[in-house]
């Protein structure tokens, strides 16, 4: 095997060998007596491989491989994927300008069932990735290499799988619970409660984390000891286990650090630039998913713009509202604001330039907004007064900018921004997020927290405008909203919607935003609790007997 040049932080995947590719390439949902494909002779079995730590890290590859799916951690919106940026312009974040044609629309609009491909994409990339991860989990320990190297890989695998059903349970909730790979006899699992999952998952974790090298002392590419902890943590804090999420977090806690640019005396480029390929090496990153290219078969489609702010998908009103005025302030508060109000404020005709200045510098670092430059050309056309000027394609009027590369829009289908599955912002804010439901804990402790994420940014600090001796709600609401500016599109709308009970709340906002501002993509509406969980994909109920659909969905 070649060879493998893997950067530091990043998922590494390079694999270019053939009959890993063929062995690896097994449908999510079936099931054999052996993991590898024996009748071809031509390819390797079972018998012949497992046999060297070579074998090893090419099964390891091949669960990093696993985590670029354009379903999981990459997107190709005209390449008919539900990745990440799809499935969040399904929430209250986003939409779809395209409508109806958009996998994941019918999620927002309150008409999906359980026959939507978009669920089935999802379920699917994810069980591959908990496969790859128990054929390894189940194999090392029998493969030559020494003890510790097969804590290490043994690790590295029972924390990506974890994430895999940290992804799972997010928003299917119940599913099956699989940690070996299946014969044709246990072909067809029942439904294991998500309690009883994260149960499973965090007693692994716990027993194997430490066989992981930790940072600095890992290879280079490979996950780290603290960002198995990470991915622990946010299990842990996703299923309400706040102890261990709190525990989880403190192993992490020091070991990174936020980026910023340059002296970080601009508090725009200090958010801005992290989302550039020169800067995917930063220590902010804990978990990223590699991407490389043009030309080596191993670029990512997210960054796909067709040459200016994409217009398939987009941001919503609502999410750029949210962007408190640099005093910290909303902005029907602040005096800071000076934009319009009503269906005024996003006017295709004549955009309010005046209402995205004096803003919180993550809005432009994360949304693409009337008056902002892309490339080289300044979107600030008016219909009086500069009719020759680009419009903004999105109907919202709020394109996204988070992930998009215009520097580079020559490679958009080859791209090689990496994406962070996991950065040290997000571990902040879910520390604190944990210690406030968890109670206990003084405001100093949970906010210093909080504050360093705004201060990276130089937003002020929660003491000096929300003020001190605050309720455990009132903390909660702030690093809730904190979670949505800092990390909007990062694939983690609809696990804190779900968790926090806040889908309806989430299709009301957006109801409420169509009657202030004048229609949207499309209308939604919330049925109940079925909305409140994705359905079993229906094909998997048809296949496996003993798999019952949730009682939301007319289950068991």
């Given amino acids: 095997m070649e060879d493998y040049t893997m950067k530091q932080n990043r998922i590494f995947n390079y694999m270019k060998v053939a009959s890993l590719c063929g062995v690896m390439v097994l ?30 890290l090419m099964a390891l590859t091949g669960c990093y491989d696993a985590m670029q799916d354009g379903n999981l951690n990459n997107d190709y919106i005209d390449g008919w994927k539900f990745g990440f940026l799809c499935r969040e312009t399904c929430t209250d974040n986003g939409g779809h300008t395209w409508g109806n044609w958009m996998l994941g629309s019918t999620i927002a609009q309150g008409t999906s069932t359980p026959n939507d491909e978009c669920f089935s994409m999802y379920w699917n990339a994810n069980y591959e990735l908990i496969k790859r991860c128990n054929a390894l989990i189940e194999k090392v ?50 439904r294991n409660t998500k309690e009883e999952i994260a149960t499973k998952v965090l007693a692994d974790l716990k027993t194997y984390i430490p066989g992981i090298p ?55 480029k200090n958010f801005s630039e992290l989302f550039t390929e020169k800067n995917e090496e930063c220590d902010e990153v804990i978990l990223g998913v ?15 713009s067709w040459g200016g702010p994409m217009n398939a998908i ?6 750029c509202d949210d962007y408190y005025c640099t005093d910290g302030l909303p902005i029907d508060k602040s005096p800071l604001f000076k934009g319009k109000t009503g269906k005024d404020a ?6 309010d330039f005046a209402r995205y200045e004096n803003r919180d510098p993550r809005l432009k670092g994360t949304l693409f907004v009337p008056g902002m430059k892309w490339l080289n050309d300044v979107y600030d056309y008016d219909k009086d007064s500069n009719p020759d000027g680009k419009k903004v394609p999105s109907a919202s009027q709020v394109a996204i900018m988070k992930w ?60 000096d405008v929300e003020g001190t001796g605050l309720s455990q709600e009132q903390l909660r609401q702030i690093v809730r909203h904190e979670r949505r500016v800092e990390l909007a599109f990062e ?50 109920i048809d296949t496996d007997k003993n798999l019952k659909q949730h009682k939301e969905w007319g289950g068991e």
């Avoid at 493969?143 to 994430?163: C, F, N, P, T, V």
């Avoid at 987009?314 to 999410?319: K, P, Q, Y």
């Avoid at 709340?505 to 004048?518: L, P, Q, V």
């Avoid at 939604?524 to 409140?532: I, K």
């Fill in 214 to 268: 930790a940072k600095g002392a890992a290879e280079k590419g490979r996950l780290t000891q603290e960002g198995a902890y990470a991915i622990m943590g946010r299990l842990a804090l996703f299923t309400k286990h706040y102890d261990e999420a709190i525990e989880a977090y403190n192993h992490v806690i020091g070991k990174y650090s936020l980026f910023k640019s340059g002296d970080g005396s601009d508090g725009y």
């Fill in 27 to 56: 449908s999510a949902t079936s099931c054999s007596d052996d993991f590898f494909n024996i009748n071809n002779p031509n390819e390797i079995s079972s018998s012949t491989f497992w046999k060297s730590e070579n074998d090893a």
């Fill in 491 to 540: 694939d983690l709308r609809f696990a804190d919607l779900y968790r926090w009970g806040e889908w309806k709340d989430a299709i009301d906002r957006m109801n409420k935003e169509f009657s202030t501002y004048g229609p949207g993509d499309y209308e939604r509406s919330y049925r109940g609790a079925q909305d409140d969980v994705w359905p079993i994909p229906q094909n998997e």
């Fill in 404 to 463: 998009f590369v215009p520097e580079n829009m020559a490679n958009e289908y080859d791209g090689s921004l990496d994406y962070y599955v996991i950065r040290y912002a997000e571990v902040l804010l879910s520390l604190s997020e944990a210690m406030i439901e968890k109670g206990g804990y003084s405001q100093e402790q949970i906010t210093k927290y909080i504050n360093e994420v705004r201060e990276r940014v130089h937003m002020p600090k929660v003491e």
């Fill in 290 to 304: 590699h991407y490389a290219g043009p030309g080596l078969n191993e670029g990512q489609t997210f960054s796909i």
């Fill in 346 to 351: 996003y006017d295709k005709d004549h955009p």
């Fill in 314 to 319: 987009e941001a919503t009103r609502n999410l």
């Fill in 141 to 190: 320990d029998g493969i030559d290499m020494s003890d510790e190297k097969k804590a290490a890989y043994k690790g590295e695998a029972i924390a990506l799988r974890a994430l895999g059903y940290c992804n799972l349970v997010s928003v299917f909730r119940d599913v099956p619970y699989l940690e070996k790979p299946l014969t044709l006899a246990e072909c067809q699992p029942e």
